[in-house]
């Protein structure tokens, strides 16, 4: 999803660059050598790293072993390919898992290892932590300008809608439009619905991450630190799980009841960003929520059949 943005992005603002993509038959990012080798075979000059393995509380406690592997894998493989093949520009994508679970809200930047993580969400949280973290050293020891945003919750076309793996909005989605559609008496939420989260649309997180890779070395470590050099990027506003499930279900016209499973986790209690850092560089969403959520919905209902919904993007 997050690729697929900004590559939309870039293509359509920046038409005379010539971007560089690799599907994940073409190029295993888990392979060091074939990483590096792709490296050393394309002249690169700036490194957009999104790639990831991503999902919501269920895929993240059933396979804690692959999200923290995987993730930490690709992001050393790239990362070190970058230094070594001398690539000047790199912008890390992370998530606002990375704070402690019982954070001050809204969540500034400099509360990152002030305390303990959310446990469903551990083995995530630590992999993207160790790339923010590999991005600065290399900033400290090598003098170089590699940066990291932290975007929200994100959603938007291109999604992973799989109830076994996606996150909670694009997880609600696909239930209410599948009630609706085979006329279903009752959609279940898991948790108690208190738990409340920040949503940000793919495509405004594009428009950051070409915004943040682009500007002036000067302008942008004059707010930073090489010590704390990430940003985050939301929205400032958040709803709870409730709230978002009977928007979803007012949007899709469901007309049962919402079950709350309140055996399953919540995750975090609230999880909302501050995002003073972007705005004094010049950066705010431009996408409201009531718009991006139901062209989101829409998006899923026309393409709910097809191969862009398993996770492809």
């Known amino acids: 999803m997050v690729g697929s943005a900004i590559f939309r992005d870039i293509k359509k603002n920046q038409p005379d ?32 790293l999104c790639a990831a393995k991503v999902g919501g509380i269920k895929a993240n406690s059933s396979y804690p072993y692959e999200f923290l592997y995987e993730n930490m894998q690709m992001e050393l493989n790239l990362i070190n390919s970058a230094i070594r093949k001398n690539v000047p520009k790199l912008l890390f994508l992370g998530s606002s898992c990375i704070y402690p679970k019982h954070s001050k809200q809204p969540i500034k930047e400099e509360y990152l290892l002030s305390g303990r993580l959310e446990e469903t969400n551990e083995p995530y949280a630590l992999a993207k932590i160790s790339g923010i973290k590999l991005c600065e050293s290399a900033n400290i020891q090598f003098g170089l300008d590699y940066r ?44 108690s ?39 985050n990027i939301g929205t400032g506003l958040d709803i709870s799980i409730l709230e978002l499930a009977h928007l979803i279900k007012k949007i899709t016209k469901f007309k049962g009841e919402i079950s709350l499973d309140k055996t399953k986790p919540d995750g975090m209690p609230q999880k909302l960003l501050n995002i003073d850092k972007a705005a004094l ?9 009531s718009d991006g959520l139901i062209n989101t919905i829409k998006w899923y209902e026309e393409n709910k059949s097809s191969n862009s919904l398993r996770g492809l993007g």
């Open 193 to 231: 619905g208190t738990a409340r989260r920040e949503f940000l649309h793919v495509d405004d997180l594009a428009k950051a991450a070409v915004y943040f890779l682009n500007m002036d070395q000067d302008k942008f470590w004059e707010k930073n630190s090489k010590n704390i050099s990430h940003i």
């Open 17 to 48: 660059d010539n971007i560089i993509v690799q599907s994940r038959s073409e190029l295993d990012l888990l392979d060091q050598s074939k990483t590096l080798d792709f490296f050393d075979k394309n002249k690169i000059d700036e490194v957009y």
């Open 148 to 191: 990291s945003l932290m975007p929200t919750n994100l959603y938007g076309p291109g999604d992973l809608f799989d109830l076994e793996n996606s996150h909670v909005l694009p997880a609600l989605i696909s239930k209410f439009v599948d009630a609706v559609q085979n006329n279903n008496e009752k959609v279940t939420v898991w948790g």
């Open 281 to 289: 560089l010049g950066w705010e969403p431009e996408i409201l929520f």
